[in-house]
């Protein structure tokens, strides 16, 4: 063949350990008497079950239908009867539960009405991959995601290259090997289909020179085709999507792209298999070849296996020798999982099942320190410096770590395998890309909250700056009306009376934004109680251990909205009985004033407005009083103007005070919402702010004397500050103590 | 059934830091043998004694460490830093020399800085720059090789012993000791060239009496490594490359007073420098760009220390100084990764 | 002033605050010449010399002296200070002004004198600044002798060699030899052996602070076990 192989850098010759499993045919495995079919089996979101418990399917029903693009449905893998839907061990990671289906096997093993799709050619290219989606195939090498969704690309992209990965580099696994050798033309033919669908320039079959009969295979169903067989040497981990599409192409696929924007698709044997079965005999994918290998097994070889069929039952089958087993590896010993419990299921990337002796893969020798020889460099197939990384990641230094790389490793292993001071490198790997990912994660939503809070201060910004606009049209509205009254009281200073009229309008004002306060004040222990109660739902659902502080902090918080409510309505009955005392038209004004600042509806913005107004009150009896001096008026009516200053100055720095008050709540309404996500972090936070607010309050109680309108309303305040800022120490205690 | 949770991947090769650490004192075999052979039995003496004394030394750091005693020692580094220490001492070293030396490599040089991995500098070196500093005599002055003109015996292995613990005067041996070849030559290059060459010590075929026989033997050593994939090729070569070159300039430019390539190549300790030295993995660059300008900036030192500095020999400190840019090489010469245009360099920012 | 407060400062300036130990100044005089005792001891008083004058110069102008040209003036202080114990040493122990060189001079530039200076004297009054100065003086002396009596001891195996040189004839039989036919560790003499022992000396009184840390908060911890936090709230009408 005059193909160029393109070498791959680094790479390692494990024993192969390959024969074992080669001896007999495909094996079908028995039908088990309970199959336990995960929704999930690929990457994406999970399907949506469409049966009830009960029900009674055929084989190859659907049982969970797609949920979304990146999802596929699940079938019926035999015929029976649904018994369960619930949470199973499942293989995963960090050894978490699953939603599956349970199915009492019937033994009948009835198929549901099918039908082939004869000359597909003649069909639209959607519906095939319809076809193809309906019957759930995801990859069935690596991670499993969805294949339509590398199928389905967009018929203008320009395929060079349809790539068959028959590498299967894993020592022990021999699932596409023993596929090939046996029903090579169907792999074949599915692949032909694949071919009709992304139309490429070329297609090949990468498949690595330690599998002879497996080539022999394919060279002979490929005969009359296009579809070139390129051997290429046997080293791990050329069997990796990116290695193969270098070992066949040269190509590279940038980092954090895809196979396709290199104009390849790289596809998995057995997929091809499946894409045939769907195609030419309507079965959904239902079932795999696994190798069952490792010495504790008696009968090693690949197993025709129902996905959903417990790992232990196909044990079971193999003759495996429980007692012998170290460990249990699904996958391959590079790359594959060590499962938890046994009663997992098969499933659709489930390539190999390996037990192991503990002669044949020991216990791993203690880690010893990095002496940094560079052997993981020598063998990394990715380029990456794995000893600096090991540093990095050990370190915590995650910017270097993505400086050096960390995300384009493949997670082969090779640099474990190699490494003589038995350092899990995988593993730092692994636990540095988490890191990372948790890193973005919170900056993605640090740089969210920064916006809004960005744009929140551009809104505030704007109406204040409409405000002060409208602030100062009314006040030479204002100043004129004065003037003109001026003029007037000039002509005749007997009937001056312009003095007494703006306290009464001040006093108003500051009855009215205590009135406004309090309202704010219950609307934002309102939405506390609100968000905590949202809090305490999510944290239910989460399981959350802190649940217990949650709802005390929600029946206080309900609590404290009550009061705030009827402290509010109270006032509000109050004021109206003031306002109605007050006579003259500045009442009016003002309370029409209320009215227009209303609609904006936000507590802060009405309490700044009334702060604003108290502040406005005072420097016009400031500027009343000093012209009152000029003037020399009669000296009584200078005293009690005077006095009306200080009082209107007065009530300025309270309203001040609430104001301060109430931005403080607000902060506090705002980290309410965080309460979910720590709360222990979010108590304290809650204490000190509580505690800080009633030293405010406390302070600002003090400044008042004890006759002006709005001392009520901060006492109360005051109070309420206080109670939260004890209940917020209960919470806290509480939190700590769980 | 006990399932053991482990990550992948589940297989390792068999090859333990153990068994390297072990394949490089086997790859010094060939050295001993022939410094053996040349100078007596002393750099056999003083290997078996520094590498007891570096177990011992090894063992109360790590007692008082806290740290596993027996797990540590068991990766033989500490042996291994003894013997590369006592093959570059002079063979009639006194016991003290080697007990200073080894203690200052084992405990100041690595366990201080947190041990085996962790060390900036070769303790090896540092122990032997010490030593060389502070007992610049015993450190220079070598017996004649057997193969010397005039030469006839080499101490006894009782003799020997007697030069390394007993209590004789030191001035006996220092009558029968004599410089180095590139102590000699440094002495009268440019200067007197009756006397350099007519002295006994530069008879050799090729660079000083019985010196190219040591070298050569360090050779076949690191060809073993480089075989046994324990080191690559690129630090020695790169290292060789760079004394060479440098060498052969200055030797077509000045005959008289600039040795000849071959000789630098082949005489003090550039052999045992360029397999076993500078290729210790923890103090050099790990990528093979990295290596190759490691390996050369140490070769061009040496050379520039030989003809220049104020010492004969200069490997030592050039490693040492050199040790100090790898973790900047090594930042500057990232290889390319896999999807990645070009390679990054410097530091993150 | 309190009793409390001296003994604060004493503490401070010879250990708490070493300006050896701990803050790590001064280290160029201090490596360069504490190659035996006599050295050291004749640096070391030099310089805890300089510092207390230096001191109690800098507080009593302290209050003249505007932010902006206080280091200038500090340093002037220190170089006139300075260059009073560079005539008294050349005049009284020539021959240790000719061994100590370039580093009499240059205690100006040394940062334990200036940071004195400026941290303690130009905040606190004439006596207070006095002790300070005197204890970080006497603090560094007693590093700097350490450093060199074990350097000294390295080097050439022996104590107290040359004190003639600072005592006058006096001294003249004061030399200790340990050990006969000493061969002579060069390293301990040279710079980097400074360095070395110099590290020994910060590890062990690290070791001692910890030593003592522990012993404190051993006693520490029967009484805290009762004493809880207790919160009043108030009661306003």
Same mark, same amino acid.
């Given at each position: 063949?005059?193909?160029?192989?393109?070498?791959?850098?680094?790479?390692?010759?494990?024993?192969?350990?390959?024969?074992?499993?080669?001896?007999?045919?495909?094996?079908?495995?028995?039908?088990?008497?309970?199959?336990?079919?995960?929704?999930?089996?690929?990457?994406?979101?999970?399907?949506?079950?469409?049966?009830?418990?009960?029900?009674?399917?055929?084989?190859?029903?659907?049982?969970?239908?797609?949920?979304?693009?990146?999802?596929?449905?699940?079938?019926?893998?035999?015929?029976?009867?649904?018994?369960?839907?619930?949470?199973?061990?499942?293989?995963?990671?960090?050894?978490?539960?699953?939603?599956?289906?349970?199915?009492?096997?019937?033994?009948?093993?009835?198929?549901?009405?099918?039908?082939?799709?004869?000359?597909?050619?003649?069909?639209?290219?959607?519906?095939?991959?319809?076809?193809?989606?309906?019957?759930?195939?995801?990859?069935?090498?690596?991670?499993?995601?969805?294949?339509?969704?590398?199928?389905?690309?967009?018929?203008?992209?320009?395929?060079?290259?349809?790539?068959?990965?028959?590498?299967?580099?894993?020592?022990?696994?021999?699932?596409?090997?023993?596929?090939?050798?046996?029903?090579?033309?169907?792999?074949?033919?599915?692949?032909?289909?694949?071919?009709?669908?992304?139309?490429?320039?070329?297609?090949?079959?990468?498949?690595?020179?330690?599998?002879?009969?497996?080539?022999?295979?394919?060279?002979?169903?490929?005969?009359?085709?296009?579809?070139?067989?390129?051997?290429?040497?046997?080293?791990?981990?050329?069997?990796?999507?990116?290695?193969?599409?270098?070992?066949?192409?040269?190509?590279?696929?940038?980092?954090?792209?895809?196979?396709?924007?290199?104009?390849?698709?790289?596809?998995?044997?057995?997929?091809?298999?499946?894409?045939?079965?769907?195609?030419?005999?309507?079965?959904?994918?239902?079932?795999?070849?696994?190798?069952?290998?490792?010495?504790?097994?008696?009968?090693?070889?690949?197993?025709?296996?129902?996905?959903?069929?417990?790992?232990?039952?196909?044990?079971?089958?193999?003759?495996?020798?429980?007692?012998?087993?170290?460990?249990?590896?699904?996958?391959?010993?590079?790359?594959?999982?060590?499962?938890?419990?046994?009663?997992?299921?098969?499933?659709?990337?489930?390539?190999?099942?390996?037990?192991?002796?503990?002669?044949?893969?020991?216990?791993?020798?203690?880690?010893?320190?990095?002496?940094?020889?560079?052997?993981?460099?020598?063998?990394?197939?990715?380029?990456?410096?794995?000893?600096?990384?090991?540093?990095?990641?050990?370190?915590?230094?995650?910017?270097?770590?993505?400086?050096?790389?960390?995300?384009?490793?493949?997670?082969?292993?090779?640099?474990?395998?190699?490494?003589?001071?038995?350092?899990?490198?995988?593993?730092?790997?692994?636990?540095?890309?988490?890191?990372?990912?948790?890193?973005?994660?919170?900056?993605?939503?640090?740089?969210?909250?920064?916006?809004?809070?960005?744009?929140?201060?551009?809104?505030?910004?704007?109406?204040?700056?409409?405000?002060?606009?409208?602030?100062?049209?009314?006040?030479?509205?204002?100043?004129?009306?004065?003037?003109?009254?001026?003029?007037?009281?000039?002509?005749?200073?007997?009937?001056?009376?312009?003095?007494?009229?703006?306290?009464?309008?001040?006093?108003?004002?500051?009855?009215?934004?205590?009135?406004?306060?309090?309202?704010?004040?219950?609307?934002?222990?309102?939405?506390?109680?609100?968000?905590?109660?949202?809090?305490?739902?999510?944290?239910?659902?989460?399981?959350?251990?802190?649940?217990?502080?949650?709802?005390?902090?929600?029946?206080?918080?309900?609590?404290?909205?009550?009061?705030?409510?009827?402290?509010?309505?109270?006032?509000?009955?109050?004021?109206?009985?003031?306002?109605?005392?007050?006579?003259?038209?500045?009442?009016?004004?003002?309370?029409?004033?209320?009215?227009?600042?209303?609609?904006?509806?936000?507590?802060?913005?009405?309490?700044?407005?009334?702060?604003?107004?108290?502040?406005?009150?005072?420097?016009?009896?400031?500027?009343?009083?000093?012209?009152?001096?000029?003037?020399?008026?009669?000296?009584?009516?200078?005293?009690?103007?005077?006095?009306?200053?200080?009082?209107?100055?007065?009530?300025?720095?309270?309203?001040?005070?609430?104001?301060?008050?109430?931005?403080?709540?607000?902060?506090?309404?705002?980290?309410?919402?965080?309460?979910?996500?720590?709360?222990?972090?979010?108590?304290?936070?809650?204490?000190?702010?509580?505690?800080?607010?009633?030293?405010?309050?406390?302070?600002?109680?003090?400044?008042?004397?004890?006759?002006?309108?709005?001392?009520?309303?901060?006492?109360?305040?005051?109070?309420?500050?206080?109670?939260?800022?004890?209940?917020?120490?209960?919470?806290?205690?509480?939190?700590?103590?769980? | 059934?006990?399932?053991?949770?482990?990550?992948?991947?589940?297989?390792?090769?068999?090859?333990?830091?153990?068994?390297?650490?072990?394949?490089?004192?086997?790859?010094?075999?060939?050295?001993?043998?022939?410094?053996?052979?040349?100078?007596?039995?002393?750099?056999?003496?003083?290997?078996?004694?520094?590498?007891?004394?570096?177990?011992?030394?090894?063992?109360?750091?790590?007692?008082?460490?806290?740290?596993?005693?027996?797990?540590?020692?068991?990766?033989?580094?500490?042996?291994?830093?003894?013997?590369?220490?006592?093959?570059?001492?002079?063979?009639?070293?006194?016991?003290?020399?080697?007990?200073?030396?080894?203690?200052?490599?084992?405990?100041?040089?690595?366990?201080?800085?947190?041990?085996?991995?962790?060390?900036?500098?070769?303790?090896?070196?540092?122990?032997?720059?010490?030593?060389?500093?502070?007992?610049?005599?015993?450190?220079?002055?070598?017996?004649?090789?057997?193969?010397?003109?005039?030469?006839?015996?080499?101490?006894?292995?009782?003799?020997?012993?007697?030069?390394?613990?007993?209590?004789?005067?030191?001035?006996?041996?220092?009558?029968?000791?004599?410089?180095?070849?590139?102590?000699?030559?440094?002495?009268?290059?440019?200067?007197?060239?009756?006397?350099?060459?007519?002295?006994?010590?530069?008879?050799?075929?090729?660079?000083?009496?019985?010196?190219?026989?040591?070298?050569?033997?360090?050779?076949?050593?690191?060809?073993?490594?480089?075989?046994?994939?324990?080191?690559?090729?690129?630090?020695?070569?790169?290292?060789?490359?760079?004394?060479?070159?440098?060498?052969?300039?200055?030797?077509?430019?000045?005959?008289?007073?600039?040795?000849?390539?071959?000789?630098?190549?082949?005489?003090?300790?550039?052999?045992?420098?360029?397999?076993?030295?500078?290729?210790?993995?923890?103090?050099?660059?790990?990528?093979?760009?990295?290596?190759?300008?490691?390996?050369?900036?140490?070769?061009?030192?040496?050379?520039?220390?030989?003809?220049?500095?104020?010492?004969?020999?200069?490997?030592?400190?050039?490693?040492?100084?050199?040790?100090?840019?790898?973790?900047?090489?090594?930042?500057?010469?990232?290889?390319?990764?896999?999807?990645?245009?070009?390679?990054?360099?410097?530091?993150?920012? | 002033?309190?009793?409390?407060?001296?003994?604060?400062?004493?503490?401070?300036?010879?250990?708490?605050?070493?300006?050896?130990?701990?803050?790590?100044?001064?280290?160029?005089?201090?490596?360069? /010449?504490?190659? @035996?005792?006599?050295?050291? %001891?004749?640096? &070391? #008083?030099?310089?805890?010399? +300089? $510092?207390? *004058?230096?001191?109690?110069?800098?507080?009593?102008?302290?209050?003249?002296?505007?932010?902006?040209?206080?280091?200038?003036?500090?340093?002037?202080?220190?170089?006139?200070?300075?260059?009073?114990?560079?005539?008294?040493?050349?005049?009284?122990?020539?021959?240790?002004?000719?061994?100590?060189?370039?580093?009499?001079?240059?205690?100006?530039?040394?940062?334990?004198?200036?940071?004195?200076?400026?941290?303690?004297?130009?905040?606190?009054? /004439?006596?207070? @600044?006095?002790?300070?100065? %005197?204890?970080? &003086? #006497?603090?560094?002396?007693? +590093? $700097?002798? *350490?450093?060199?009596?074990?350097?000294?001891?390295?080097?050439?195996?022996?104590?107290?060699?040359?004190?003639?040189?600072?005592?006058?004839?006096?001294?003249?039989?004061?030399?200790?030899?340990?050990?006969?036919?000493?061969?002579?560790?060069?390293?301990?003499?040279?710079?980097?052996?400074?360095?070395?022992?110099?590290?020994?000396?910060?590890?062990?009184?690290?070791?001692?602070?910890?030593?003592?840390?522990?012993?404190?908060?051993?006693?520490?911890?029967?009484?805290?076990?009762?004493?809880?936090?207790?919160?009043?709230?108030?009661?306003?009408?």
């Amino acid at each position: 063949m005059s193909r160029r192989i393109w070498d791959i850098p680094g790479g390692i010759h494990p024993a192969e350990n390959k024969q074992q499993s080669l001896q007999t045919h495909i094996i079908t495995a028995h039908i088990p008497a309970e199959l336990v079919v995960p929704v999930q089996q690929h990457i994406g979101a999970p399907g949506k079950p469409c049966v009830e418990v009960g029900d009674k399917v055929l084989k190859g029903q659907m049982i969970a239908e797609a949920n979304g693009f990146v999802s596929l449905p699940t079938h019926a893998p035999t015929s029976g009867e649904i018994i369960a839907i619930e949470s199973r061990p499942v293989q995963h990671p960090s050894q978490i539960d699953g939603l599956c289906i349970i199915i009492k096997a019937d033994n009948l093993d009835q198929w549901i009405d099918h039908n082939a799709i004869n000359e597909y050619q003649s069909k639209e290219r959607s519906d095939i991959i319809n076809t193809i989606r309906q019957a759930g195939i995801s990859g069935m090498g690596g991670a499993g995601f969805p294949s339509t969704i590398k199928l389905g690309i967009r018929p203008d992209t320009k395929i060079e290259q349809l790539i068959l990965n028959s590498a299967e580099c894993e020592p022990y696994i021999t699932a596409d090997d023993s596929l090939i050798q046996e029903r090579a033309d169907e792999v074949v033919a599915g692949l032909k289909i694949m071919q009709w669908l992304v139309k490429p320039q070329e297609t090949l079959i990468g498949i690595e020179d330690n599998k002879p009969n497996a080539i022999a295979a394919l060279k002979q169903a490929t005969a009359d085709s296009d579809i070139e067989v390129v051997v290429v040497p046997t080293k791990y981990p050329s069997g990796g999507e990116k290695q193969i599409i270098y070992l066949l192409t040269g190509k590279e696929v940038a980092s954090g792209g895809l196979p396709s924007d290199v104009g390849v698709i790289c596809q998995n044997t057995g997929t091809a298999y499946a894409v045939n079965r769907a195609i030419h005999f309507g079965e959904p994918l239902i079932s795999r070849i696994t190798t069952v290998t490792g010495d504790a097994i008696k009968n090693k070889g690949n197993y025709e296996v129902l996905l959903g069929t417990p790992v232990d039952a196909l044990l079971s089958q193999a003759g495996a020798k429980f007692d012998q087993t170290s460990r249990l590896i699904m996958g391959g010993p590079m790359m594959g999982f060590s499962i938890h419990n046994s009663a997992v299921p098969i499933v659709k990337v489930t390539n190999c099942l390996l037990a192991p002796t503990e002669k044949e893969i020991p216990e791993p020798d203690a880690e010893q320190p990095c002496i940094r020889c560079g052997n993981c460099t020598q063998v990394c197939p990715a380029g990456l410096l794995p000893q600096q990384l090991y540093w990095f990641s050990k370190s915590n230094e995650l910017e270097k770590a993505k400086h050096f790389n960390l995300a384009d490793c493949i997670e082969c292993g090779a640099c474990s395998f190699v490494c003589p001071s038995n350092i899990p490198l995988v593993q730092y790997f692994r636990f540095g890309k988490g890191q990372i990912r948790k890193q973005e994660a919170e900056t993605a939503k640090a740089d969210q909250a920064r916006e809004r809070f960005e744009f929140r201060q551009a809104r505030l910004e704007k109406e204040d700056r409409e405000k002060e606009e409208k602030r100062k049209a009314r006040a030479e509205a204002a100043a004129k009306k004065q003037a003109a009254k001026k003029a007037a009281a000039a002509e005749n200073p007997a009937t001056s009376e312009s003095g007494p009229t703006i306290p009464t309008g001040s006093e108003s004002t500051a009855d009215a934004s205590a009135v406004t306060k309090l309202k704010a004040t219950w609307s934002s222990t309102t939405k506390r109680w609100k968000d905590a109660e949202k809090a305490l739902k999510v944290a239910e659902k989460n399981g959350n251990e802190h649940i217990d502080a949650l709802k005390k902090k929600v029946e206080q918080l309900k609590v404290k909205a009550d009061k705030a409510k009827s402290l509010y309505d109270e006032a509000k009955v109050a004021d109206a009985a003031n306002i109605s005392n007050v006579n003259g038209p500045t009442a009016t004004k003002q309370t029409n004033k209320q009215a227009a600042t209303q609609p904006t509806n936000d507590p802060m913005q009405k309490l700044k407005q009334a702060s604003t107004d108290d502040f406005n009150a005072w420097k016009a009896a400031q500027q009343k009083t000093q012209d009152a001096e000029a003037n020399s008026s009669d000296g009584a009516d200078i005293e009690s103007l005077r006095k009306t200053e200080a009082e209107a100055k007065e009530k300025s720095a309270a309203s001040k005070a609430a104001m301060k008050e109430a931005r403080a709540k607000e902060k506090e309404a705002m980290q309410a919402k965080k309460s979910a996500e720590d709360p222990a972090k979010q108590l304290k936070l809650d204490a000190a702010i509580t505690r800080t607010k009633a030293k405010k309050a406390l302070k600002a109680l003090d400044s008042l004397t004890e006759d002006h309108a709005s001392y009520d309303a901060l006492k109360t305040a005051y109070e309420k500050a206080q109670t939260a800022a004890e209940s917020a120490e209960l919470a806290l205690k509480a939190a700590e103590e769980a | 059934m006990s399932v053991l949770h482990v990550t992948s991947p589940h297989v390792h090769r068999p090859f333990t830091m153990n068994a390297l650490m072990r394949h490089v004192v086997y790859a010094t075999i060939p050295g001993l043998i022939v410094l053996t052979a040349l100078f007596g039995w002393g750099t056999l003496i003083n290997v078996i004694f520094a590498s007891c004394v570096a177990i011992a030394a090894e063992a109360v750091v790590l007692k008082l460490r806290k740290r596993p005693i027996l797990f540590s020692i068991k990766d033989g580094s500490a042996v291994l830093t003894a013997v590369l220490l006592a093959l570059a001492i002079p063979p009639t070293a006194p016991w003290w020399l080697t007990i200073i030396g080894i203690i200052f490599a084992i405990v100041i040089a690595k366990q201080l800085y947190g041990g085996l991995g962790s060390n900036p500098f070769n303790p090896a070196m540092i122990g032997y720059v010490l030593l060389l500093i502070s007992f610049p005599l015993e450190m220079t002055t070598w017996i004649p090789a057997y193969t010397t003109e005039g030469v006839t015996s080499i101490p006894t292995l009782t003799q020997s012993f007697e030069m390394i613990f007993g209590s004789v005067d030191r001035s006996i041996i220092d009558g029968i000791t004599m410089a180095t070849p590139l102590d000699t030559f440094k002495t009268y290059a440019g200067n007197d060239l009756a006397k350099l060459q007519s002295a006994s010590v530069l008879q050799g075929n090729i660079a000083g009496a019985g010196w190219e026989w040591v070298n050569v033997a360090f050779l076949m050593g690191g060809i073993y490594l480089i075989a046994r994939k324990i080191i690559t090729w690129h630090i020695p070569v790169a290292m060789l490359a760079g004394v060479f070159l440098f060498a052969g300039i200055f030797h077509i430019i000045d005959p008289d007073t600039y040795a000849s390539p071959i000789f630098h190549l082949l005489s003090g300790g550039t052999m045992l420098g360029a397999f076993f030295i500078a290729t210790d993995p923890v103090t050099a660059a790990t990528s093979n760009k990295g290596k190759l300008i490691y390996g050369a900036l140490i070769g061009v030192l040496i050379y520039v220390i030989r003809a220049w500095g104020g010492y004969p020999d200069a490997v030592a400190f050039a490693v040492l100084l050199i040790n100090l840019c790898a973790p900047t090489i090594e930042y500057y010469t990232q290889p390319r990764a896999y999807g990645h245009k070009k390679a990054n360099s410097g530091i993150a920012k | 002033m309190s009793a409390a407060d001296n003994k604060k400062i004493i503490k401070d300036g010879l250990w708490n605050n070493n300006p050896v130990l701990v803050q790590v100044l001064g280290l160029c005089p201090l490596l360069a /010449v504490s190659g @035996s005792v006599v050295n050291s %001891l004749a640096l &070391g #008083l030099a310089t805890a010399f +300089v $510092i207390t *004058t230096s001191n109690i110069a800098v507080s009593l102008i302290r209050n003249y002296t505007t932010d902006t040209v206080r280091l200038p003036v500090f340093v002037m202080i220190i170089a006139s200070f300075t260059t009073c114990i560079e005539f008294l040493m050349n005049a009284f122990t020539y021959e240790l002004y000719l061994v100590l060189g370039i580093f009499i001079p240059l205690i100006v530039t040394n940062c334990a004198v200036l940071g004195r200076a400026d941290a303690f004297a130009s905040k606190n009054g /004439v006596a207070a @600044s006095a002790l300070d100065g %005197l204890m970080t &003086g #006497l603090g560094f002396t007693a +590093v $700097i002798v *350490t450093l060199g009596a074990l350097r000294e001891v390295l080097g050439q195996a022996t104590l107290f060699d040359n004190m003639h040189l600072l005592f006058g004839d006096i001294a003249q039989g004061w030399t200790i030899h340990l050990v006969d036919d000493y061969k002579g560790f060069l390293f301990a003499i040279l710079p980097p052996g400074a360095f070395v022992i110099m590290g020994f000396l910060l590890a062990l009184k690290n070791i001692i602070d910890s030593k003592l840390k522990a012993r404190a908060a051993a006693l520490m911890e029967k009484p805290a076990t009762g004493s809880r936090r207790v919160r009043t709230t108030g009661n306003i009408s």
